[in-house]
């Protein structure tokens, strides 16, 4: 026997089991019976899910890597870039600084032209304390022009060519310079040795020189142009049955590292050998 | 090797001589960057005209130094002769005769350098010389030895790869 509902009936009757569906799940009853049917669903979206994204990202890795490893190789290049820039800049910054001190030393001894050169090199000699400059005769330097530094002197031009001269510094073994002790003006005679030390001689025994006081070139002599400071005492040796005094002098001028300097082009050595008269004349 | 060679080959180590070596001091000793180069030239069997490149560096070095003319050409024609007595009489254990005509080569340079400077009125203790000039400069040019015989050796095997 089949009982057929009339149509209205049914939808009512499906609309109230809904209704009734709905009731239950709001008021919890179903809670532990879709955790008992969600749960493995869960799990099993997360497996699937977790295997899909290991997919893709296999799939995209080796576009990403590729992308990293271009980004990668154009900040190595920018950063050695950079670095180089650095250091070209660091070294402007020191002869910035030298320059400026050389600029300020100029300034401070208006009375004398000077030409500016760089160091290029030293003698190959341990024996002789000569540095080579890049001007020459070419920009009007000659022999026998002083040499300084942004601190006082540091020697003299003692051959010059075309391009280049050498210089003779006042550390050199063979040099001998007329000086002046401040504040006691006494005069005396720098000399250099194989050590690279320079010693100050032939101080009158009863001069009164003290570690501090400053040395100054007096002129004498005529190889060089008086008042450029040369450096300090920095001890005293004196006996008694001697005839004069020796001391210890720390140039101003740092010799191991020298950069640029100064050649002074408007001063003339004196040449004192015609007056000097021959063996034999009276 | 040939003559013309030598020109600028030495030309190049004597500009390295004065711009770079010589900027590196141990105590007051510099390398002799040519010399040690002569002497490895010097010691290769090969080489015909270990005399002319002496001339050549020693020109080269006593153009830029301010010693006497002719000092370090001098120098370096006594350790090239060194070298060679050595080399016919001696065939094997080369690198030590490097050493060997290295050390005795600074002794006649810097023995004539300061003869040379004491004549000219130089007051230099030689005391102090052999301690803060001579010693450090053999220790020097012995470091430099041993890349410089193996570099120029190097360069003869790859000119001459016959022998």
Do not use: C
Request: proline content about 5%.
């Amino acid at each position: 026997m089949n009982i057929r509902f009339p149509k209205s009936l049914r939808i009512i009757a499906l609309s109230l089991i809904a209704i009734g569906i709905l009731a239950l799940a709001l008021s919890g009853v179903f809670t532990s019976f879709s955790r008992w049917i969600v749960s493995p669903l869960t799990s099993v979206q997360t497996w699937v899910s977790l295997q899909y994204q290991g997919v893709e990202n296999f799939v995209s890795a080796s576009q990403d890597i590729r992308e990293i490893r271009e980004q990668n190789t154009a900040l190595e290049a920018e950063n050695a870039r950079m670095q180089a820039q650095i250091v070209e800049l660091q070294q402007q910054l020191v002869e910035f600084e030298i320059l400026s001190a050389l600029l300020e030393f100029a300034r401070a001894n208006p009375e004398h032209q000077y030409i500016g050169a760089s160091v290029i090199g030293r003698d190959p000699s341990p024996f002789l304390n000569y540095i080579i400059i890049n001007r020459g005769s070419d920009d009007g330097l000659r022999r026998g022009m002083p040499v300084v530094t942004q601190n006082g002197l540091a020697g003299r031009v003692v051959q010059v060519t075309a391009t280049g001269a050498r210089v003779s510094l006042i550390t050199d073994p063979v040099t001998r310079i007329n000086v002046r002790v401040e504040p006691s003006r006494s005069a005396a005679v720098l000399a250099g040795s194989i050590t690279g030390d320079i010693t100050l001689e032939q101080i009158p025994q009863d001069d009164d020189v003290n570690p501090g006081n400053l040395i100054l070139t007096s002129g004498l002599g005529g190889n060089y142009p008086a008042n450029i400071i040369v450096g300090q005492i920095t001890s005293v040796r004196s006996r008694e049955n001697a005839l004069f005094q020796s001391a210890s002098v720390q140039p101003v001028t740092d010799f191991s590292d020298l950069s640029i300097v100064l050649v002074i082009t408007n001063f003339e050595p004196v040449d004192f050998s015609p007056l000097i008269p021959e063996s034999g004349t009276p | 090797m040939s003559i013309l060679l030598s020109i600028p080959t030495l030309g190049l180590v004597a500009i390295l001589q004065s711009a770079v070596v010589s900027r590196l001091p141990l105590n007051r000793g510099v390398a002799d960057l040519m010399l040690v180069v002569l002497i490895a030239i010097a010691l290769q069997k090969t080489v015909t005209t270990s005399w002319q490149w002496s001339i050549v560096g020693g020109l080269f070095v006593d153009f830029l130094s301010g010693l006497p003319f002719g000092i370090f050409t001098v120098s370096y024609l006594l350790a090239t002769g060194l070298a060679l007595i050595l080399r016919e009489r001696i065939w094997r254990f080369s690198f030590l005769m490097q050493l060997l005509v290295v050390l005795f080569g600074t002794l006649f340079s810097h023995a004539i350098s300061f003869l040379a400077l004491f004549l000219q009125g130089g007051e230099i203790p030689l005391d102090t010389v052999l301690q803060m000039v001579t010693l450090p400069s053999i220790i020097l040019n012995f470091m430099l030895s041993l890349p410089i015989f193996i570099l120029i050796q190097d360069i003869l095997e790859q000119v001459n790869p016959q022998e």
